[in-house]
């Protein structure tokens, strides 16, 4: 090869964003050479061929990178064992925490661009009761938790956007509750909660958040539940010991598939009407089920995602499908479904939260990782690098 190609090829980047299929740390390497036509072409002498025509375009690829991070090591946890929410408001995200052994309710609010505004210890919500878990919703310009305690209640409370107040809505009998606890159907407004003896129940509020009566939405206890919206309603997922159940509750329309699918997490794209189910199983194994709105079963094809992974969250950022996980090193991973349904994804390495302890999180339109770890909270916000 000619001393000029030489040169050239001594030029090109050596490192590139790294990405991760989930199976193995892979680092991809990419170099396209595009160059003009005719004389500005360098071409060693040695390999010139006739010459052929140029694309009119590349197509970038594009990696998850952060963009910005955050963090505040004052807010830490014994062991890592903290149930952690995130919920975007209007002026940015409520983060909520728990101890997962049993402890207070706390909140801290930051702004659109991650800047702690409420004091750098949080402020207390209750500790009138032993919360165990803790999950969150925003929804008519209100913030709503709802918090498990160790004596078998689950507390409905709507917190004063500074979180300097709360206003308890009901009190249930439940040991667990959807990630996204309380949304819209229609007209009205529904909580779900889950007990070990009366399985699923429905609360409805109306539009003035007086409750409107309670309903069954499942008899038998589940081992876990999720839940997400999907235009004018809910859409609730659970499990038992054998089964995975989907039902949309307003629609009045259930599928069940003869496979557990614990711990899982949902996101719809409404427009497509299509979505995705994760969930992990056995031994660091992540599942992936496609979600399809009014097909036979609304719980569709089910494959094999990742391995040697656990603690799989999903978000739709109203063109993607992101996802995050742990993995065997224990660091966060997360990136996007390509085309091909393939993880296009990068590690957050050092990032090591349990797996109740982090959230992939939608805030004002951005996607974040938001965990606590032994360093104290992170966050970090992705954005999209374009590689040619």
Same mark, same amino acid.
């Given at each position: ?26 680092f ?16 060693d ?59 207070a309710?706390?909140g801290?609010?930051i702004?659109?661009?991650g ?60 040991t ?13 407004k ?19 958040? %007086? ?36 039902t949309?509750?307003?629609? %009045?329309?259930s ?5 557990p ?28 089920? %496609? ?17 040697h ?33 393939i ?12 797996g ?23 966050? %970090? ?8």
């Amino acid at each position: 090869m000619s001393q000029q190609a030489n040169i050239l090829v001594n030029d090109l980047p050596t490192r590139i964003a790294r990405s991760d299929n989930g199976m193995m740390r892979v680092f991809w390497s990419m170099v396209m050479l595009c160059g003009a036509c005719g004389d500005n072409l360098l071409v060693d002498p040695e390999q010139e061929t006739p010459p052929t025509e140029e694309p009119t375009s590349v197509v970038p690829h594009f990696v998850p990178d952060v963009c910005s991070a955050r963090s505040w090591p004052s807010i830490a946890y014994p062991d890592r064992d903290v149930d952690l929410t995130v919920v975007s408001t209007a002026t940015g995200a409520a983060i909520f925490t728990v101890e997962r052994a049993g402890g207070a309710l706390r909140g801290f609010a930051i702004d659109a661009s991650g800047k702690l505004e409420t004091k750098e210890a949080g402020n207390t919500l209750r500790d009138d009761h032993i919360f165990t878990s803790v999950s969150a919703a925003y929804i008519d310009e209100r913030l709503v938790t709802a918090a498990v305690t160790d004596e078998g209640s689950v507390t409905f409370d709507m917190i004063r956007p500074d979180l300097g107040a709360t206003f308890n809505l009901s009190t249930a009998r439940g040991t667990m509750v959807a990630d996204l606890p309380i949304t819209n159907v229609r007209e009205q407004k529904l909580a779900t909660v889950a007990d070990a003896t009366d399985g699923i129940t429905g609360i409805r509020f109306d539009a003035a958040w %007086q409750t409107m009566g309670t309903e069954v939405l499942a008899a038998k206890p589940p081992r876990s539940i999720t839940a997400t919206r999907y235009r004018e309603e809910a859409m609730v997922v659970w499990s038992t010991d054998t089964t995975c159940h989907l039902t949309r509750v307003a629609a %009045q329309r259930s599928s069940v598939r003869n496979f557990p699918c614990v711990d899982s997490r949902i996101a719809v794209d409404p427009d497509t009407r299509e979505g995705f189910m994760v969930y992990p199983e056995g031994d660091g194994k992540i599942m992936i089920s %496609q979600i399809r709105v009014g097909g036979e079963s609304e719980i569709a094809n089910t494959r094999l995602f990742l391995e040697h992974a656990t603690s799989p969250k999903i978000v739709f950022d109203g063109s993607r499908f992101w996802i995050s996980y742990i993995d065997a090193r224990q660091d966060v991973i997360v990136g996007y479904l390509d085309d091909d349904g393939i993880l296009v994804s990068t590690a957050l390495e050092g990032t090591q939260p349990m797996g109740d302890g982090y959230e992939l999180a939608l805030i004002n339109g951005a996607v974040w990782v938001f965990a606590v770890d032994g360093a104290g909270a992170n966050a %970090q916000r992705m954005c999209l690098k374009p590689v040619r």
